[in-house]
Structure formats: structure tokens, C-alpha cells
Nanobody
Framework: QVQLVESGGGLVQAGGSLRLSCVAS????????MGWFRQAPGKEREFVTS????????DYIDSVKGRFTISADNAKNTVYLQMNSLKLEDTAVYYC????????????WGQGTQVTVSS
């Protein structure tokens, strides 16, 4: 059974930092692409960033470039999201997801972790 378990969310002041973790289990994720998404209150879920387990190639939405960094530890089957210089608009539930090789859709999702940025 595939499981993605996020942790590391919390309450932080604007300008602060948080690091989210996503532990993947239940199968081999070789060749998968791992992503972070977020959903703010009243808004649709949006893609934030992703990384390839194999190549390490990453991509980001413009609003987080230079502030967020995604990384992966293959030995620990864990993906991280380091978030610096947090802004009020980063407040959201953050979800970890896994995309099957060759697919454009993310098939596996975690339960989410709340990130709240206060002024």
C-alpha cells in the first residue's frame, strides 16, 4: 500500500522558514516524479514544485522561485520542501504527491500538512 506522509507544517511569522518532509513507502519510487502542491482557503489546489528521484531535476512556480527548495533523499525515501522568506500568501495546506513515470498526472497523495504564515 502506497503511503505519502507529510510533516513539518506549522505557524510561522512572515519572513520565517519551515521545512516540510514527505516520507514515501509501499513500493519503489524509482523513476517517479515527486511534487508538492498547496491549497489555500477558498482556492483551487496549485502545483508548487517537483523533483525527479533519478535525475534530481526540479521545477518551481514563479511565486516561490528563490524562496523554496525541493530536495530528495533516496536512501530515506523522503522528499523535503525548504521554505524560506515565507509570505502571508504562502498560507495553505501543503500536499506531497507522486507521479508515475510517463504519466502527466499525480496518482498518489499525502494527507496534507497545514502551513500558516502570520504577520
Amino acid at each position: 500500500q502506497v503511503q505519502l506522509v507529510e510533516s513539518g507544517g506549522g505557524l510561522v511569522q512572515a519572513g520565517g522558514s519551515l521545512r516540510l518532509s514527505c516520507v514515501a513507502s509501499g513500493r519503489s519510487f524509482a523513476g517517479y516524479r515527486m511534487g508538492w502542491f498547496r491549497q489555500a482557503p477558498g482556492k483551487e489546489r496549485e502545483f508548487v514544485t517537483s523533483i525527479s528521484w533519478i535525475t534530481g531535476i526540479t521545477d518551481y512556480i514563479d511565486s516561490v522561485k528563490g524562496r523554496f527548495t525541493i530536495s530528495a533523499d533516496n536512501a530515506k525515501n523522503t522528499v523535503y520542501l525548504q521554505m524560506n522568506s515565507l509570505k502571508l500568501e504562502d498560507t495553505a495546506v501543503y500536499y506531497c504527491a507522486a507521479r508515475v513515470p510517463g504519466s502527466s498526472e499525480y496518482h498518489y497523495w499525502g494527507q496534507g500538512t497545514q502551513v500558516t504564515v502570520s504577520s
